[in-house]
């Protein structure tokens, strides 16, 4: 079992950064691939990005490209989300995820998740 904990959300203008956090305790932490997913209100669960167990390769949806970046610090059990330049479209619900099964955009490849923070976006 992986137990993740998601932190970091809040209120920010447009164009402004936030970073997100997601805590990760129980089994080994450095085997998963974490990913970040995000829902809006109305909306379906949608991939964000996600970073492999070795910390290198890293996927991002297109519409976050180039504004966020996902890093991982395995002595602290620990992925981020860093977001710049955001937009109020990226309001919504962040969650990590652990995964074993390598990069993926799929929810179904993802086993455990956290709780959700919420992002808003202020225009």
């Known amino acids: 079992q992986v137990q993740l904990a998601d932190s970091g959300g809040g209120l920010v203008q447009a164009g402004g950064s936030l970073r997100l956090s997601c805590a990760a305790s129980?089994?080994?932490?450095?085997?998963?691939?974490m990913g970040w997913f995000r829902q809006a209100p109305g909306k379906e669960r949608g991939f964000v990005g996600c970073?492999?167990?070795?910390?290198?390769?890293?996927l991002y949806a297109d519409s976050v490209k180039g504004r966020f970046t996902i890093s991982r610090d395995d002595a602290k059990n620990t992925v981020y989300l860093q977001m710049n330049s955001l937009k109020p479209e990226d309001t919504a619900v962040y969650y990590c995820?652990?995964?074993?099964?390598?990069?993926?955009?799929?929810?179904?490849?993802?086993?455990?998740w956290g709780q959700g923070t919420q992002v808003t976006v202020s225009s």
């Open positions: 970073i492999s167990w070795s910390g290198g390769p890293t």
């Open positions: 995820a652990a995964g074993a099964k390598g990069l993926s955009s799929t929810r179904l490849s993802y086993d455990y």
């Open positions: 129980g089994r080994t932490f450095i085997s998963y691939t």
